[in-house]
């Protein structure tokens, strides 16, 4: 069994405002990572797996979303409402998720009930029973899922627009996969699915709060000494970016729309300028799309930005809604302010007060043990290494008027933008 901290395996943990990170990883490649917050109660306590909708055939679109719900659903110690009880009757919370990169299971309890949410998570990933009639219902469920949010133009413009912006591409499928897809799973395919995702090296146990790193690791040890080592991951070459319009006339009350660009990648040392851009633009109510569009003209109800990073890609996208008659003049307006960002820098006072507002959402979030232990594993998984968070505020600190400009002539290029539409009837 191998031990690392924050860095450098030799050296103690890292304290940063009086928190300490650790890294172990275990001998089947399992990697263990913590971060002890000793003046709370609670432990907030995550497995990721590196698998997601990427990672799927085109027709097993869905598939590992649709095992992150039968993990659920019972193994051979305890029934799907034993699961749910084990944790809930100790106050605590467990839940789960499925990404375009990851595939997260979690839990929230205190500190006393950690060796049952491990106990708990671990038996879910390696003795799930997939019953044949669990199976044929989750697909049921899955499916109800599909048209509730098939109902929700808000909800199926995000769908339209990772179609738009990938095209063939992996990205591009939707999580939930499609009716076609999810109606013809079975146990068969899912087992074996899970037995080529999910493996020791792609697993990250990670833990934020008042936990222990020593006794997390003797706890998670040999859990998952079943599991084998899989290949890495191989993705394939992402289209090449180019100028999309989708315009869609459905059945809806309101004009929705997307526009947006492939942006950077989770490790990409420019991500601090591209924060304090969508901060500046489209985060909150501060943000030049909100005062700009809303407060000004009142024209737009719901208008904002936003960034998701993955591997090896990223994605930039501003969404609003507003009446089908106003959707032209929105779009005018919106252009109207990406141009206005792609061709002057932004004043040091407006870039000032952006960073501040970032750093302050950063510090904020960071009051949340579950964010903390998220942010832990993803900084392992993408970047394999873990920042500070002292680290994390010269990165921001660091952001110039001239690179926010510079990267809005990447993220903002008028000849790659990808705009969806759906239109009302």
């Not at 009639?133 to 697909?139: A, G, L, R, Y």
């Not at 873990?386 to 903002?412: H, K, M, N």
């Amino acid at each position: 069994m191998k031990k690392q901290h924050t860095k450098i395996s030799s050296q103690p943990a890292e304290k940063v405002s009086d928190f300490a990170f650790q890294k172990t990883i275990l001998s089947e490649g399992v990697r263990v990572i913590t971060e002890r917050i000793p003046h709370v109660r609670s432990v907030s306590l995550g497995f990721w797996l590196e698998v997601g909708t990427r990672d799927e055939p085109p027709d097993l679109n869905g598939i590992s979303h649709f095992i992150e719900h039968m993990l659920f659903k019972g193994t051979s110690r305890r029934s799907a409402i034993e699961i749910a009880r084990s944790i809930e009757d100790v106050g605590g919370t467990l839940n789960a998720y499925t990404s375009k990169d990851l595939t997260c299971y979690y839990a929230q309890v205190l500190e006393k009930d950690l060796p049952l949410a491990v106990d708990v998570i671990s038996d879910m990933l390696t003795d799930a029973l997939f019953e044949p009639t669990e199976v044929k219902k989750e697909i049921d469920v899955i499916l109800d899922e599909i048209r509730s949010a098939d109902e929700v133009p808000e909800d199926r413009i995000h769908d339209y627009f990772y179609k738009n912006l990938f095209d063939a591409h992996p990205l591009a499928l939707p999580t939930l996969g499609t009716k076609e897809t999810v109606s013809r799973f079975n146990r068969e395919k899912a087992l074996q699915y899970m037995r080529d995702q999910y493996s020791c090296n792609r697993l990250v146990i990670s833990a934020s709060g008042n936990v222990d790193h020593d006794v997390l690791v003797g706890i998670v040890k040999g859990k998952f000494a079943t599991w084998p080592k899989a290949t890495e991951r191989n993705f394939p070459e992402l289209p090449r970016p180019q100028k999309h319009v989708d315009i869609k006339t459905e059945d809806a009350v309101q004009a929705h729309l997307c526009m947006g660009s492939r942006a950077l990648a989770y490790k990409d040392s420019r991500r601090y300028s591209a924060l304090v851009l969508n901060t500046l633009l489209g985060s909150g109510m501060s943000s030049r799309l909100f005062q700009n569009i809303r407060e000004k003209y009142g024209i737009c109800y719901s208008i904002y930005s936003y960034l998701d990073f993955l591997y090896d890609t990223g994605v930039f996208c501003i969404y609003a809604s507003m009446d089908k008659d106003k959707l032209d003049f929105t779009l005018e307006l919106i252009d109207r302010e990406l141009e206005e960002l792609r061709t002057k820098t932004i004043a040091p006072d407006e870039l000032e007060r952006t960073k501040s507002q970032l750093k302050g959402n950063l510090l904020l979030g960071l009051e949340s043990t579950a964010n903390r232990m998220s942010r832990l594993a993803k900084m392992e998984i993408y970047l394999q290494q873990q920042f500070s968070l002292d680290e994390i505020i010269q990165g921001i600190d660091a952001v110039t008027c001239e690179s926010v400009w510079e990267l809005s002539q990447i993220l903002l290029n008028s000849d790659e933008l990808t705009t969806t539409i759906i239109r009302p009837e």
